[in-house]
């Protein structure tokens, strides 16, 4: 069975994502924690104590050994112990999604996986959970995921190709055994077979796609994937000088920093400490000076010198290395040393083992606009930078905004590319049900929303549908001034769509549907939304839109239909803003609208209290959830918060009295996380 992983990950970074399939020990036995942390910013080799230059089971001679040495040396790869690397031993399907799920950033788990083959409470349980929710690692059907099965080499080859952005592959390969390779394997392979990926894993030009994978055959095509030469040299950015700035106190951030400033021709200024780091100042829990600093928030260390000309740099690259899991308090002074305002600052970071942090330091530099940044271990090499910053959005030319629609704060709607008018702001019913769900819509109603987000899967249509019927007959509405959005869902009801339409229309039963999305991808998806089509024409739908689409998934999707979406749905809030995909999806005409506006269930009331969203509230003497969908409604986004409150749903509609300046915009945009509140 073809093992999918997930469209919602758009860029799997291929370092980090193989970095964690090569640390996974061959036994299994149990969870794998990875490396401790090192406070210490440095170059040393990060292999146990007393671990010899080579391992004893790697022959000199061996067609791997100069690959496995190149990973260890880099501390990409350790063995399975201090003196063994198991280059023989194979990978498993509960490994397999392990790392992927450890490169999503652990998300929590909220259900267990349903396999009956997956134990709870196990190191691989809440990966494969995650996976099987997100499509990642599909089961075998039957309720079976068969935890403890190999990984072959030309799945292992495929997640590669994923990783490295999908490129075409070569027209044609020299593989004997090509037409053994799956179809859903045959471009991976003939890509890397074309760059070299491959050598030493086709002897007698055989590839034996069905065939285990190897922790040596890994390492291999690591090696040679990372030694690869044929990326090309990106052009220089666009609008201005750039500038990398970068602090490293013993040397690891360095070589990246000056890898970066030479792929871009950039100008690269050192941030040096007026008292210079010692070792002691940098041992890891001891009460030492880099300990204090990080417990305190407000600490500055001084910088010697400065930057004479910043005002002639319009993008930024900053790096750090990370202390205590955050950037060092020194590039706080950095940033509180000059006006960033208009600049684009792109930070990356280095470290053994802790997660990318811009933790605190973007509300320093107001106005400017971040870029999500990376973090990269120690002894990343040139082509993986040249790879990060070809990819890089500030690279590319800017979309065309000509087909945006227009938000209208007076009339407080955005005509739709479909020719309907929708409200901008609205409610949404997710965890709404019986009378709760009747009344919180009659309320809503009530209180002049217009706009009612509903879903299949929500179980509440009836309900929803009940609350209009009533609110009509009351006086309160007319059918024609409510816009009703409803979703289909993957699995049966994408495999049936006919069936699951009509099925929301009669439940809902309010004579017709303003707007109906598919709730996820699927592998049904088009054949759903085709179906949805026919019911745009028989007058049944409306508007047709998605929900959990993004860039990749938009250009696989759209050639495949004849109407145009009109609106995307997905998940947006100031911890996780989106501020690559909302652009993009404005710029096809289609309307953005964000799911969980308000930071979403067990995570609302840390977006309300947040310091930066209290202080702008007060200023304008409004709450915290009204800046925060403001925000949204500025961005061209429109919201859809759910409550069971009506004072509440009231509060919600009341965003038109007040407006937030640039400043308090280019605050909350600060705030980014990266920070996803749910699976899809």
Not at 2 to 20: A, G, S
Not at 234 to 245: I, Q, S
Not at 261 to 267: E, K, Q, R, T, V
Request: overall charge negative.
């Amino acid at each position: 069975m073809r093992e999918k992983v997930n469209r919602r990950i758009r860029v799997l970074p291929v370092i980090l994502c193989l970095l964690f399939l090569l640390e996974i020990t061959a036994c299994g036995a149990a969870k794998n924690e990875g490396l401790s942390e090192t406070l210490a910013d440095t170059s040393a080799s990060p292999l146990a104590a007393g671990q010899a230059g080579h391992f004893s089971d790697v022959p000199e001679g061996a067609w791997y050994a100069e690959a496995v040495e190149y990973c260890r040396q880099r501390g990409i790869m350790n063995g399975i112990s201090d003196t063994a690397f198991a280059p023989e031993e194979t990978l498993t399907r509960a490994m397999l999604a392990t790392v992927l799920y450890r490169v999503e950033g652990s998300p929590a788990v909220s259900a267990p996986s349903g396999f009956s083959d997956v134990k709870a409470g196990t190191w691989y349980s809440d990966p494969i959970s995650w996976a099987a929710k997100n499509g990642v690692v599909e089961g075998y059907g039957g309720g079976v995921f068969g935890v403890d099965d190999s990984t072959t080499r030309e799945q292992a080859v495929t997640i590669l190709w994923r990783c490295a952005g999908e490129p075409e592959g070569a027209a044609a390969t020299d593989i004997s055994d090509a037409a053994s390779v799956s179809a859903w394997a045959q471009t991976a392979v003939r890509w890397a077979n074309a760059n070299g990926i491959l050598e030493g894993m086709t002897n007698n030009r055989r590839f034996d796609p069905k065939t285990n994978i190897k922790r040596g055959e890994v390492a291999s095509m690591l090696y040679h994937y990372l030694n690869n030469t044929t990326s090309s040299q990106p052009e220089p950015v666009a609008g201005g000088k750039t500038l990398v700035a970068y602090f490293s106190a013993t040397n690891t951030t360095r070589p990246l920093a000056e890898y970066t400033a030479d792929i871009l021709n950039a100008d690269i200024y050192e941030i040096v400490p007026e008292i210079p780091y010692t070792d002691a100042d940098l041992a890891y829990y001891t009460n030492g000076r880099a300990d204090r600093e990080q417990n305190d928030s407000t600490d500055r260390p001084a910088i010697s010198g400065s930057v004479a000309n910043m005002a002639d740099y319009d993008v930024i690259f900053l790096g750090y290395p990370i202390w205590h899991g955050q950037p060092p308090r020194i590039i706080s002074t950095f940033l509180e040393s000059y006006d960033f305002a208009e600049k684009t600052i792109v930070p990356f970071c280095t470290s053994h083992s802790s997660e990318y942090s811009d933790s605190g330091i973007k509300s320093l530099a107001p106005g400017a606009n971040w870029i999500t940044g990376r973090r990269f271990a120690g002894g990343t090499n040139r082509s993986t930078m040249e790879e990060w910053i070809n990819g890089l959005e500030l690279l590319k030319p800017a979309v065309p905004d000509a087909n945006q629609a227009a938000f209208n704060f007076e009339t407080k709607s955005v005509t739709l590319n479909s020719g309907y008018e929708m409200p901008i702001n609205g409610m949404g019913t997710y965890s709404l049900h019986g009378e709760t769900c009747v009344n919180s819509v009659k309320s809503a109603l009530s209180s002049g929303v217009r706009l009612i987000d509903t879903a299949s899967a929500y179980g509440n249509e009836a309900e929803v549908g009940q609350a209009i019927r009533e609110a009509i007959d009351e006086g309160i509405i007319k059918r024609e001034d409510v816009f009703v959005i409803t979703k289909i869902y993957p699995g049966s009801e994408m495999e049936n769509p006919e069936q699951s339409i009509q099925a929301c229309l009669d439940r809902l039963d309010i004579g017709y549907v303003d707007m109906m999305l598919l709730h996820h991808p699927d592998r049904n998806d088009v054949k759903a939304y085709q179906a949805m089509e026919k019911f745009v024409e028989d007058g049944k739908i409306r508007s047709l839109g998605l929900s959990n689409w993004y860039v990749k998934e938009l250009g696989e999707f759209l050639p495949q239909v004849s109407i145009a979406p009109a609106l995307v749905q997905n998940e947006i809030h100031p911890y996780y803003q989106e501020n690559d995909v909302i652009p993009y999806i404005q710029s096809l005409g289609i309307v953005v609208q964000g799911w969980y506006p308000l930071g979403g269930r067990g995570h609302t009331s840390e977006l309300l209290g947040n310091e930066v969203i209290a202080s702008i509230a007060k200023a304008h003497g409004v709450s915290s959830a009204q800046v925060i969908l403001r925000w949204n409604l500025q961005k061209g986004v429109v919201v859809i918060p759910g409550s069971s409150n009506s004072d509440h749903i009231k509060e919600n509609t009341e965003l038109y009295h007040f407006e937030l300046t640039d400043s308090e915009m280019a605050r909350l945009n600060a705030l980014d996380r990266n920070e996803k509140h749910d699976w899809y």
